[in-house]
């Protein structure tokens, strides 16, 4: 066993002493690199993950927690401020379950299940009124905590006395809620009809009106009905939203059409619309003929009238004025004599068209229409190889789009040429693709595959430099060998054969026959030697 350890030594110092510099730096490092690998795996392997088992804790309950772990003997960490309590990753959901079976940890608040532990012939109406209350406020704050962007709530509310008398009316109750958002100001109008909603429903004869929230810098949150709000804010977001949704509708379609044709990558389309949201109320109130090209109407009745008068006027005398009915100072008589008269007179009622009108004109119309389309071509490489006749009949798809979608009132004016100005297409290579990789769950950290793909890479290229280092001594062996054949000056060998020199020579010559590597390696130490 021992000459096994010497000779093993021997030859491991041999191979030290044979190497280079660089070849015994690479050792080293390749020592150490493993060294590093069996450390990290083993420190890593069985260290102990822990995990927040309850966090947002008062004082009180984080004593009481750690006090019944370090009895049961599990091992735990304080951090932020003791507010919150690790444990063993593996732990956690085992010993959440064991903690809430032993009423673990005892907030201090009244709940329901309390009122029920107290609950006995000696409460008065009194205490379980107050019980109930508190009850009450300890379940809305529960509630509220588990609304997004509320880290703590307080909720006081108070209750009306119930009256005996039929002709009073019960008073309504009453609600104040102060919420801590940490600082944030994230609360949004959608959360704050949230909580008030929360509350009026959570008390019995509580409405909106007597709720009154804020935060922890006394901000008050305003609760805003949607109904009567008219602000411009309001209505900016209503028409944005309406030409996001026309842009997308015409955009999708686009994509979808051009999509099919030249693949659903090889396609980019944008749309930008100008949507008129002008609102009209008009009243209109025409009269037309029945007949318009005679501009005539319907008779519906008519009426002639004609007059002759044929006669001789009497001479001018008599008193002037003298008859009961004759005007003063005017000669009587003086209408008679000799003359003609006719007189004839039609009267014609006609009925015309009456339209009365009452127009109420829609919003929403396209006003204009720009569409932008970026098209790759077959070879990204030559937009050339995009033949014309495609973007040509792009283009007259896309000129059909503008002319159908934009309103009748605006298209009148509008000519092809100002139409085609409304389209672009161009072909062009994308280089801003993105390839989305799926990425496949593993329960090894990535630093692990790193580590062995360093380490993989070392022991290939250790490899190569002994294969090559281990060809480069024979080619030296054989040029050696090649170099002391070829020496004149070496002297012959004692050719008796009966001398210590004739046995070594013979000696020397059957191990080179039968083991040329043990000759070579012989040689080589004889030559350091010398």
């Known amino acids: 066993m021992k000459e096994k350890f010497l000779q093993f030594k021997n030859q491991t110092t ?56 370090d009895n049961r003997g599990v091992p735990s960490q304080l951090t932020n401020n003791g507010s919150t309590i690790n444990v063993p990753e593996t732990r956690v959901d085992s010993l959440k379950v064991e903690l809430a079976s032993e009423g673990v940890p005892e907030s201090g608040s009244i709940d329901y299940t309390f009122i029920e532990d107290q609950m006995g012939f000696g409460m008065t109406d009194n205490e379980f009124d107050v019980m109930e209350r508190a009850a009450m406020q300890t379940e809305l704050e529960g509630l ?3 609304i997004e962007g509320v880290d703590a709530a307080n909720v006081m509310i108070t209750l009306p006395q119930e009256s005996t008398w039929v002709a009073e009316e019960d008073e309504g109750a009453s609600a104040s809620v102060v919420i801590d958002t940490g600082g944030r100001n994230n609360m949004d109008q959608t959360q704050v009809k949230a ?17 009154v929230i804020m935060n922890e810098r006394f901000e008050h949150f305003d609760y805003e009905n949607q109904d009567s709000s008219n602000s411009t804010l309001n209505a900016y977001e209503e028409q944005r939203s309406i030409q996001d949704d026309i842009e997308k509708d015409i955009q999708s379609q686009i994509q979808q059409m051009l999509g099919t044709i030249m693949g659903p990558d090889k396609v980019v389309v944008s749309v930008t619309t100008d949507v008129d949201f002008t609102q009209e109320n008009r009243e209109e109130a025409l009269v037309e003929p029945v007949d318009e090209e005679n501009m005539e109407g319907i008779e519906i009745s008519a009426e002639r009238i004609t007059e002759t008068y044929e006669g001789e006027f009497d001479e001018e005398g008599g008193v002037p004025g003298a008859g009961e009915e004759d005007v003063v100072n005017y000669p009587a008589g003086a209408a008679f004599g000799d003359g003609d008269y006719e007189r004839t007179e039609d ?11 009452e127009i109420v004109e829609s919003p929403y119309k396209i006003r204009d229409l720009g569409i932008q389309v970026m098209v790759e071509p077959p070879d990204p490489e030559d937009p050339e190889s995009l033949a014309p006749e495609s973007l040509n009949d792009i283009e007259q798809i896309l000129s059909t789009v503008v002319s159908t979608s934009i309103d009748d009132t605006y298209l009148q004016d509008v000519t092809e040429d100002e139409i085609n100005n409304k389209i672009f297409v161009s072909a062009q290579e994308f280089e801003g693709k993105i390839d989305f990789e799926t990425e496949a769950g593993s329960s090894i950290p990535l630093w692990m595959y790193i580590l062995a793909g360093v380490l993989g890479a070392a022991v290939i290229v250790l490899l190569v430099l002994l294969l090559r280092r281990k060809k480069e001594e024979e080619e030296e062996d054989h040029v050696y060998l090649d170099q002391m054949t070829a020496q004149d000056e070496v002297p012959d060998l004692p050719e008796d054969e009966d001398s210590e020199q004739a046995t070594r020579r013979k000696q020397l010559e059957k191990l080179a026959k039968e083991n040329p590597e043990e000759f070579s390696k012989l040689l080589r130490t004889w030559l350091s030697d010398d």
């Open 347 to 357: 009267r014609i009622n006609n009925e015309v068209n009456r339209i009365h009108r």
């Open 195 to 211: 909580l008030y909603h929360l509350v009026s429903k959570s008390v019995p004869n509580l409405s909106v009106d007597n709720i």
């Open 144 to 146: 509220i905590q588990n």
């Open 14 to 69: 041999e191979y030290w002493r044979k190497r280079t510099k660089g070849q015994k730096s690479l050792l080293i490092g390749f020592i150490i690199l493993i060294i590093l690998v069996i450390v990290f795996t083993i420190y890593f392997g069985t260290r102990t993950n822990y995990a927040p088992l309850y966090s947002d804790l008062s004082p009180e309950e984080s004593g009481q927690i750690k006090e019944t772990l």
